[in-house]
């Protein structure tokens, strides 16, 4: 059973950087497509980056194209967020996804909150 345990949230400046990671475990990491989502009250929950196992498979929400950056560490079972520029329409709950091919995402994390101030 894949497990994911996100961390890196918190409170941050408008413009100021956060990194966010997501542990991977229970499964072959480099065989599954990681995504990030985030959720902000009153909203849905929304899709922000994917990367895929092949080099440079990654796809972005429009809303973070060019601030926001998303990798993994095949030998750390690791996925990252890297956000850059951050507004306060950023804040919300950012959740950590796998899936399996081209399966839906099966697996999510609890979490991790972040707020952006203005």
């Known amino acids: 059973q894949v497990q994911l345990v996100e961390s890196g949230g918190g409170l941050v400046q408008a413009g100021g950087s956060l990194r966010l990671s997501c542990a991977f475990s229970?499964?072959?990491?480099?065989?599954?497509?990681m995504g990030w989502f985030r959720q902000a009250p009153g909203k849905e929950r929304e899709f922000v980056a994917q990367?895929?196992?092949?080099?440079?498979?990654?796809n972005y929400a429009d809303s973070v194209a060019g601030r926001f950056t998303i990798s993994r560490d095949d030998a750390k079972n690791t996925a990252y967020l890297q956000m850059n520029s951050l507004k306060p329409e950023d804040t919300a709950i950012y959740y950590c996804?796998?899936?399996?091919?081209?399966?839906?995402?099966?697996?999510w994390g609890r979490g991790t909150q972040v707020t952006v101030s203005s």
């Open positions: 996804a796998a899936r399996d091919g081209s399966r839906p995402y099966d697996y």
């Open positions: 229970g499964r072959t990491f480099r065989w599954y497509t």
């Open positions: 990367i895929g196992w092949r080099i440079g498979d990654t």
